[in-house]
């Protein structure tokens, strides 16, 4: 699904994400302390419409493609409302067509469980703020490969033509211990929210890569040692497709067939026991 970053809402504090594609949308609401989702079908995005603008007649493609619109493109100057509780919360937008039509849309979201939290807010912060100090490092290394190039320039004679050029030696100690007063009270003035917005925007591919791989984590099974392996690698096999009519070369293949699941289930069967043996001692 194609998505859109997080995108300030309203006026209390709210952030929302759409994911959408031609048929299906997506979307996310955070308070910074909770995550409330909704998705919805091309069907339920239609039966939707018809209840809420009984007088537009559309597609769930041009539906959705509206919504992803009215988000993206200055929402503050569409009317927002959020309203939520412990475990719902609805975010409703009415705004204007082109040609002046009333459209009203509402999104119904249900609370989500504090990993789905973890997975779209603390864990990429957290992931960005490392990036942040890499990116951070390298830099000050580049600067101070400049400073020793100039040097060598001087020594060999070179001089700045505009004085107004000539910069001091880069002291990385120095420059940071100056950053945090300056950092907090820039960060004070501005809501957590509208912060983690613009964090995300600025740095929108490394948090779309980093949500992306948090939620393509899958726990890999381990395997009983008191399990049979001979069911599972059984229906793992595909029986060979008989290219050929002839009955000795399929009767030929299917003998190699059995032969190699007999010499791949003794080989499993030994390492199972070994591991067994080995785990009594």
């Known amino acids: 699904m194609d998505a859109l970053g997080w995108l300030k809402v309203g006026s209390d504090g709210y952030a929302a994400r759409f994911e959408s594609d031609e048929e299906n949308y997506v979307i996310y609401l955070t308070d910074m302390a909770s995550l409330w989702c909704q998705q919805q079908t091309a069907a339920e995005i239609m039966k939707r419409c018809q209840d809420l603008n009984p007088l537009i007649e559309s597609t769930s493609k041009g539906l959705i493609r509206q919504l992803r619109a009215m988000l993206a493109n200055n929402p503050e100057s569409h009317n927002l409302h959020v309203d939520s509780n412990n475990q719902t919360a609805i975010l409703k937008i009415e705004s204007r067509l082109e040609s002046n039509i009333p459209f009203i849309w509402q999104f119904d979201l249900s609370l989500e469980n504090a990993d789905q939290f973890r997975s779209f807010v603390i864990r990429p912060l957290l992931a960005m703020l490392s990036e942040a100090a890499s990116i951070e490092d390298e830099l000050c290394n580049i600067i101070r490969s400049k400073d020793k190039q100039i040097d060598d320039y001087k020594a060999s004679g070179a001089s700045v033509s505009r004085r107004h050029l000539e910069t001091k030696e880069f002291n990385a100690e120095a420059f940071f211990a100056a950053r945090p007063s300056r950092t907090i009270d820039e960060s004070v003035k501005e809501d957590m929210t509208a912060l983690f917005c613009r964090i995300v925007i600025r740095l929108k591919q490394l948090y779309s890569a980093i949500v992306k791989r948090i939620l393509s984590q899958k726990v890999v099974p381990v395997l009983d040692e ?30 190699i067939r059995k032969r190699l699941l007999e010499e791949e289930l003794n080989e499993m069967a030994k390492s199972v026991k070994n591991a067994r043996i080995k785990k009594i001692l």
């Open 226 to 255: 008191s399990s049979e392996p001979t069911k599972s690698i059984s229906e793992d096999i595909e029986t060979p497709r008989q290219s050929s009519p002839k009955v000795s070369e399929a009767s030929r293949a299917e003998n």
